[in-house]
């Protein structure tokens, strides 16, 4: 609390000034690739990862010589003595969370600002986003759930707003991140500017985030709002746009080599159904082709920690014949990224998505949808060619052309609304 209150009195009083952080002992991170530790590190030293907060010493957390990235997840603590641990970082308020917070809107929103940015919370997504929208300056920020501590930094930053407004123009894409008063800081000082609540995850509480986003448009914290989701699109009264790619880039690392027939990397659905539903194929593919073993390439990593880089995913992607694109929660989720990652390599897709019938890319020689194509035709779907998509349909997932004049959604077609 105090180094909290060291942070908004120096923010008060010098906004202009970096902040510089208290330094710890040690400051620990559970697990190995805890989801702030990427943000932590801009600013922070001596972070340490732990497996368990067994690890972390007693005499370390009553004298208060230590810090926590966030409080472990109660799923990680079962003993009684971790849950007294955990109970006692919580009392003593020994996470980084509030600190974290101020630094980092301090860097990130005060000043001149890059003409267009993206702001995420996930480092995950930030790579692969990044890759995508290289036109934009990906930027990392912490997720901030407890409003009180937002209302403060506005209050600061209220004062001190005269001489710390950036009048120019540019773009600002919150992604995946409905917080008001996060968004009512950055708008403060930065009037100007075209601001983007896009929705990179599914929603569950569509009545009250409607309610939100409406009363965000109404008082200009927000221009723009959309999702990747088009029933969560339809629900919330905001614009559709689903994942795109940036197609000139992964054209030229296109080599023209395949190493798989198909592949697919992705997160395992409850009770693995994703894979469960690819057996047919598999069953049918290896009677077609009896030595195809070797050509079939299939990960499902169980945790975060499994995961690989989005450019070593590249490599697998871009080298295979054929996109494996699997349902992971519900068929009318938004698209994955495997599918205009496909369309932009003119590749072909086995996926069990059955809403791409209605899309105007489908075609029975583009796609085959498991539980609607008989598998005694899929050995012609893999052999035959396909012709290349017309450019009218690429655009739209040409992540290129997003958010600027070309931009093919501000054409409001009826296809994509």
């Known amino acids: 609390m105090f180094a909290q209150f060291i942070l908004l009195l120096s923010l008060l009083l010098h906004p202009e000034r970096r902040l510089v952080p208290k330094k710890y002992k040690y400051l620990y991170a559970f697990g190995e690739k805890d989801r702030r530790i990427e943000i932590c590190q801009r600013y922070f030293c001596n972070i340490k990862s732990v497996r368990s907060i067994d690890e972390i010493k007693w005499l370390d957390i009553l004298s208060r010589r230590i810090r926590v990235i966030s409080i472990p997840d109660k799923s990680y603590i079962s003993k009684t003595n971790q849950k007294i641990k955990r109970l006692l970082l919580k009392i003593l308020m020994l996470n980084v969370s509030a600190e974290l917070n101020i630094i980092n809107i301090q860097e990130y929103?005060?000043?001149?600002?890059?003409?267009?940015?993206?702001?995420?919370?996930?480092?995950?997504?930030?790579?692969?986003?990044?890759?995508?929208?290289?036109?934009?300056?990906?930027?990392?920020?912490?997720?901030?759930?407890?409003?009180?501590?937002?209302?403060?930094?506005?209050?600061?930053?209220?004062?001190?707003?005269?001489?710390?407004m950036d009048y120019a123009d540019g773009v600002t894409i919150f992604?995946?991140?409905?917080?008001?008063?996060?968004?009512?800081?950055?708008?403060?000082?930065?009037?100007?500017?075209?601001?983007?609540?896009?929705?990179?995850?599914?929603?569950?509480?569509?009545?009250?985030?409607?309610?939100?986003i409406e009363s965000m448009l109404k008082k200009h914290v927000i221009d723009v709002a959309e999702s990747y989701y088009r029933k969560d699109s339809e629900l919330l009264n905001v614009n559709y746009r689903p994942n795109g790619v940036n197609a000139k880039k992964l054209i030229k690392e296109d080599q023209n080599i395949r190493k798989s027939l198909y592949f697919f990397l992705g997160a395992r659905s409850k009770g693995n159904t994703r894979m469960c539903d690819l057996l047919p194929v598999e069953k049918k593919v290896k009677e077609i082709y009896p030595n195809i073993l070797q050509w079939i390439d299939l990960y499902s990593p169980v945790g975060t920690s499994e995961w690989i880089p989005y450019c070593q995913y590249l490599e697998k992607a871009i080298s295979t014949e054929v996109f494996i694109d699997l349902v992971r929660i519900s068929q009318d989720e938004g698209f994955s990224y495997r599918i205009p990652e496909a369309l932009a390599l003119n590749r072909k897709i086995i996926t069990n998505r059955r809403n791409l019938i209605q899309e105007p890319f489908y075609s029975k020689d583009r796609i085959f949808i498991l539980g609607v194509d008989s598998l005694d035709g899929l050995q012609a779907f893999l052999e035959n060619d396909i012709p290349k998509l017309d450019d009218s349909i690429l655009s739209y997932f040409n992540s290129e052309l997003w958010w600027s004049e070309d931009d093919p959604y501000l054409r409001k077609d009826p296809n994509y609304r």
């Not at 990044?130 to 930027?139: D, E, G, R, S, T």
């Not at 996060?182 to 500017?193: F, S």
């Not at 075209?194 to 939100?212: E, F, G, M, S, T």
């Open 109 to 164: 929103f005060i000043g001149r600002q890059e003409p267009k940015i993206v702001f995420l919370i996930e480092q995950i997504t930030a790579a692969l986003v990044q890759y995508h929208l290289p036109a934009f300056k990906v930027k990392l920020i912490k997720g901030e759930a407890k409003l009180f501590r937002l209302y403060l930094i506005y209050f600061v930053l209220y004062v001190n707003k005269s001489k710390l």
């Open 175 to 212: 992604a995946c991140y409905p917080n008001e008063w996060l968004i009512k800081i950055y708008r403060m000082l930065h009037p100007n500017r075209q601001i983007v609540l896009r929705l990179h995850n599914r929603v569950d509480n569509h009545v009250k985030l409607r309610r939100r």
